[in-house]
């Protein structure tokens, strides 16, 4: 069965410092996601992502955040000059349609999360 | 009030049990409604998608009520494997905005 990956699975990092979160879709999916949830809290979302442009982001994804497709297959989250607060753990999913389709809306897959400990 | 409010629980029900959770959304134009379950540390999992005429997967019923602005979610005999947490998601179409319910705990005893 196809599966969302997600590399790192455990991303140690110092303060201050930039990481990049790295994702690979399932393979005939158009519309990719980057979620967080910190320990012990909902799941928020981040960002949306179709046809090599971010289609909808949330409050949170402000300019320390980026994401890309730098080539056909991986989805990446960069954080830049990460906080103590980045420390989450960090979902990619994604999904063959639109999640705001018509009724028979696709699902989402999630990878497993990769978690960020900022130090 | 929250964009979207489930009932934190812990629901901690016996084995064969039924078991039905709320999850209230504040804004009206909500688009499209799920039922996630995530396991301790793990990703969310699509339960089941939520329609208007309300559907059934086998022992899990879900159901919308727009007018009163919630969905629900049954589930007949329970299992011991259906402890988990449940996520509620909804979909607004106006802001384009995913928001997923903090989850409702449920525990099933032998």
């Known amino acids: 069965e196809p599966e969302v990956t997600q590399t790192p699975s455990h991303q140690v990092t110092q303060m201050g410092q930039e990481v990049i979160l790295r994702c690979v879709p399932i393979?005939?999916?158009?519309?990719f996601y980057w979620y967080r949830q910190i320990l012990g809290q909902k799941v928020e979302f981040l960002v949306s992502?179709?046809?090599?442009?971010?289609?909808?982001k949330s409050e949170i994804f402000d300019d320390q955040f980026s994401v890309e497709r730098p080539d056909g297959s991986n989805f990446t989250l960069k954080i830049r000059s990460t906080k103590l607060e980045d420390s989450a753990m960090y979902f990619c999913?994604?999904?063959?349609?639109?999640?705001?389709?018509?009724?028979?809306?696709?699902?989402?897959?999630f990878g497993p999360g990769t978690r960020l400990t900022v130090l | 009030r929250k964009e979207v409010e489930q009932d934190p629980g812990p629901f901690n029900v016996p084995e064969g049990a039924t078991v039905a959770f709320n999850c209230t959304y504040s804004?009206?134009?909500?688009?499209?409604f799920f039922w996630y379950r995530q396991d301790c540390r793990k990703e969310p999992k699509l339960l089941m998608s939520?329609?208007?005429s309300g559907n059934e997967d086998g022992r899990f019923t879900a159901q919308l009520n727009r007018a009163s602005q919630y969905i629900s979610l049954l589930i007949r005999d329970s299992k011991l494997s259906d402890s988990a947490t449940y996520l509620c998601?909804?979909?607004?179409?106006?802001?384009?905005?995913?928001?997923f319910g903090s989850g409702t705990r449920l525990s099933i005893r032998p």
């Open positions: 999913a994604s999904s063959e349609r639109s999640v705001r389709g018509t009724s028979g809306s696709t699902e989402q897959f």
């Open positions: 393979s005939n999916h158009l519309y």
């Open positions: 992502f179709y046809n090599n442009e971010i289609s909808e």
């Open positions: 804004n009206s134009a909500s688009q499209s």
């Open positions: 939520v329609y208007s």
């Open positions: 998601v909804v979909v607004y179409s106006s802001a384009s905005k995913i928001i």
